[in-house]
């Protein structure tokens, strides 16, 4: 093979090389200038919070409906905690006094859901629960203040 064949080779496969170059990065920036949300932010209404909690030993299986505490938490912590069963999984831990009161029918917007399935909270009288449900991250259209809330006790609209 001549020299001028091998040069000839080298600039099409640098070429190739580029444009494949070219259509990574293309996809890349396409996938990630997508709203981190998947879909934006949803407008709802807050609706009373409230589940069955699970019961462990002879029954087993669910129990009685509780009420959950209707606040807005300006944040809360991720917190690896021992479940029954299940070892050490991932809590939202927050603290019922660090919320403020907020009302049903309050209309808000959803930004996004944290990503614990279980919530650890300490209770105004001290004592600490455990329950089955996330927290999702919302704001008030009124007001415009951002907080977090239970999973649970936002109604989305369609």
């Excluded at 009373?48 to 409906?65: A, I």
């Excluded at 690896?80 to 019922?96: P, Y």
């Excluded at 614990?116 to 089955?132: D, T, V």
Aim: one cysteine or more; charged letters at 20%.
């Amino acid at each position: 093979m001549n020299l001028k064949v091998k040069i000839i080779r080298t600039v099409q496969i640098w070429t190739l090389f580029q444009i494949l170059a070219l259509l990574i990065g293309l996809f890349v920036i396409s996938c990630s200038s997508s709203d981190s949300s998947s879909g934006a932010a949803k407008p709802g209404s807050v609706v009373p919070p409230s589940l069955e909690v699970e019961q462990y030993g002879d029954g087993g299986g669910k129990g009685p409906r509780v009420e959950l505490p209707l606040r807005l938490w300006p944040d809360f912590e991720y917190r690896r905690l021992v479940r029954q069963g299940k070892g050490k999984v991932e809590h939202c831990f927050i603290k019922e006094t660090d919320g403020t009161p907020i009302a049903v029918g309050t209309q808000v917007t959803f930004i996004e859901d944290a990503s614990c399935f279980y919530s650890y909270i300490e209770m105004e009288n001290g004592g600490p629960r455990n329950y089955h449900v996330g927290l999702m991250k919302i704001k008030i259209n009124e007001t415009g203040e951002i907080g977090w809330i239970w999973g649970n006790a936002v109604e989305l609209n369609n």
